[in-house]
């Protein structure tokens, strides 16, 4: 893929509620400097699309890259945007709507600039260098507070009419279950995201059915993170491990409901729970995901776990911007 851009640099940006990430590729891809800084989403969209090109232009420096050897931008964005206008059409960890972030780089750096989702842009860098390389459809899920979703293919992101397609997190799993934040029932979202699986491991400790857990973290849900649930099912606690492979069944049959409508060729998992525990769920959603899928798809589609962590969405967002700006 990367024979289709042009030689010079290529940036990624990966904009978080939080912290924001902006990393220099050369024209084979390889990060030649980066840069993270705090977000300051209070501060107004004006103050924080400052912070932002000084982002940019401190990544610049720290690879000794001129401005002017820039051939691309591509942007991860933490909601809706219209890839072809480059305006975030809404973020809510930003409290941004309708804001033209790509004409505002495009003035600045005189460069060609590329918005996309920040799920997306994992979902397509993993495609690109990932789990997925070598693939021509690609189904992402990546279980977090929520459960994003993204979908390549044949190399180009889906993203449906309203730009927010593949939510994948508000697929009905339980008839009649808890309510959603999104306001459904039942949701993927609500027996599958870290935030469930931390709710239930909670209710083990604070049963006794979970004594690792209890003695490590308590049961308050926040700090029920990726790493220490893996540790307590290594540790014994085999209630947690029960609650592990029920939300990797929940996934997998939402994963083989995707699979029958998308055929894809590898499903990659991404996020802190299935990069902390691979094997498990790997084994489990896979295993859901057959059973659920239309009998003649199945063993056409492999699951597999995410391989590039953090820096996805940020070389997702680069190879994107690259790839669009040269065609
Ligand atoms: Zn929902």
């Not at 705090?38 to 401005?67: C, F, H, M, W, Y």
């Not at 933490?78 to 004409?103: D, F, S």
């Not at 525990?277 to 776990?305: C, D, N, Q």
Request: net charge neutral; with cysteine; glycine share 14%.
């Amino acid at each position: 893929m990367a024979n289709k851009t042009q030689p010079g640099y290529h940036l990624g940006f990966d904009l978080g509620g939080t912290k924001m990430l902006a990393v220099v590729y050369d024209d084979q891809f390889n990060a030649v400097g980066r840069n993270r800084i705090k977000t300051r989403g209070n501060l107004g969209v004006e103050s924080v699309l400052q912070r932002l090109i000084g982002n940019i232009e401190s990544a610049l420096t720290d690879a000794q890259v001129e401005p002017s050897e820039l051939r691309s931008i591509g942007i991860g964005v933490p909601g809706a945007v219209n890839m072809q206008t480059g305006v975030v059409l809404g973020a809510v960890n930003l409290a941004w709507k309708n804001v033209p972030v790509a004409e505002t780089l495009v003035n600045h750096f005189q460069c060609p600039v590329q918005l996309l989702n920040d799920v997306d842009a994992g979902v397509f860098g993993e495609s690109q260098f990932g789990a997925g390389r070598g693939a021509t459809n690609v189904l992402g899920v990546f279980p977090g507070t929520g459960i994003g979703g993204g979908v390549v293919l044949n190399g180009e992101i889906v993203t449906g009419a309203s730009q927010t397609a593949v939510e994948i997190g508000h697929i009905p799993a339980v008839p009649n279950g808890i309510r959603c934040g999104c306001g459904l029932r039942g949701c993927l979202e609500t027996v599958a995201s870290r935030l469930a699986i931390a709710g239930q491991a909670a209710q083990a400790a604070y049963r006794g059915a979970a004594p690792y857990l209890l003695e490590q973290v308590g049961t308050d849900i926040s700090l029920i993170r990726s790493g220490v649930l893996a540790a307590s099912i290594a540790n014994g606690d085999s209630e947690v491990e029960r609650i592990i492979k029920s939300a990797c069944k929940y996934l997998g049959k939402a994963i083989g409901a995707m699979a029958t409508v998308l055929s894809p060729d590898v499903v990659v998992l991404g996020g802190g729970l299935a990069e902390a525990m691979p094997e498990l769920f790997t084994k489990y959603t896979s295993k859901a995901a057959e059973k659920s899928v239309v009998p003649i798809l199945k063993g056409t589609f492999e699951v597999k776990i995410a391989e590039l962590g953090d820096d996805a969405s940020v070389l997702g967002a680069a190879v994107w911007g690259a790839q669009k700006s040269a065609s």
